[in-house]
């Protein structure tokens, strides 16, 4: 069965860091992309940024908010992508997702159940 499972959210104060992880099981890793994405109550869906797990096809794309804060990678031994979240602010509240694409932006096969993260101020 195909699951995705994130981790790693929690309530944190404005101006620290949490690191979210998404492990992924079912379906060949390497073939697909993992996004992360966002949404909170009343708000559009997000994408919050992408990277690349094809050989001979890395890259990475972040959204305009978040760029020099959230840091995504993977370990694909592992099957494991993480988002590093630094300097959080009010606003990154909102649950978070893992999702896999075949390339970043063509459209996620599979989703996570989410974790939410809550940003005090």
């Known amino acids: 069965e195909v699951q995705l499972v994130e981790s790693g959210g929690g309530l944190v104060q404005a101006g620290g860091s949490l690191r979210l992880s998404c492990a992924a099981s079912?379906?060949?890793?390497?073939?697909?992309?993992i996004g992360w994405f966002r949404q909170a109550p009343g708000k559009e869906r997000e994408r919050v940024a992408c990277?690349?797990?094809?050989?001979?096809?890395?890259?990475?794309v972040y959204a305009d908010s978040v760029k020099g804060r959230f840091t995504i990678s993977s370990d694909n031994a592992k099957n494991t992508v993480y988002l590093q979240m630094n300097s959080l602010k009010v606003e990154d509240a909102a649950v978070y997702y893992c999702?896999?694409?075949?390339?970043?932006?063509?459209?996620?096969?599979?989703w996570g159940q989410g974790t939410q993260v809550i940003v005090s101020s």
């Open positions: 999702a896999a694409e075949r390339l970043c932006g063509l459209g996620p096969h599979y």
């Open positions: 079912g379906f060949t890793f390497d073939d697909y992309a």
């Open positions: 990277i690349s797990n094809n050989i001979g096809t890395s890259y990475t």
